[in-house]
């Protein structure tokens, strides 16, 4: 499993194990979702160097308020590092982990045309038997593929577009 960034996928990880051994999954999820999704104008005055430390840290202590005490000390380490930028990005890896664990697995599927309720359960259930996992998926439509689909699950990367199908027979045709 990819996930983007070393630094975040390790505060992730971390806090997964604290909250596996608690028995608290759940909480530092919500938590770490709430943190995420903080005003930028709040992250940057967090992450600024020009406003004191200490005042930091007690804005820092008044958003973890009721937290987890392992979520608001590592707030409270962003903080200190000057690192809280990362704090989407943890939560969304953390996110990826739980998920991972849970053996739920993201699917992208972009196809020519919309695709009504029935067809896409359809296409989610194949999905799901194929990889043995639990899919949660998310469709987009790009005219530009003529016809098929493309889909990418995880890392995995599936082009049964026309247009990659069209693309593929005039390469063998130009050699």
């Known amino acids: 499993m990819a996930l983007g960034g070393s630094g975040p996928r390790r505060y992730a990880e ?3 194990d604290i909250a596996t051994a608690e028995g608290a999954v759940p ?3 919500a938590a770490l979702e709430q943190l995420g999704g903080l005003d930028p104008s709040a992250l940057r005055m967090l992450g600024d160097p020009g ?3 200490e005042r930091r840290l007690q804005a820092a202590a008044a958003a973890t308020h009721g937290q987890p005490g392992p979520v608001r000390g590592l707030v409270a380490l962003l903080v200190r590092r000057h690192r809280m930028a990362l704090i989407g990005r943890i939560a969304e890896a953390f996110t990826r982990l739980v998920e991972h664990r849970a053996g739920i697995a993201r699917a992208r599927v972009t196809t020519a045309v919309e695709l ?5 359960d359809a296409l989610v259930s194949r999905l799901s038997r194929a990889t043995g996992k639990t899919i ?3 469709f987009a439509v790009d005219p530009d593929l003529l016809g098929g689909a493309r889909i990418q699950v995880g890392d995995h990367l599936v082009d ?3 247009r990659a ?3 593929s027979l005039q ?3 130009a050699r």
Not at 116 to 120: L, S
């Open 171 to 173: 390469q063998q045709l």
């Open 116 to 120: 009504d309720g029935a067809a896409r």
């Open 14 to 16: 971390a806090i997964l």
């Open 136 to 138: 949660t998926a998310t």
């Open 160 to 162: 049964a577009s026309l």
């Open 165 to 167: 199908r069209l693309h």
């Open 51 to 53: 406003v004191p430390l």
């Open 27 to 29: 909480a530092y999820h």
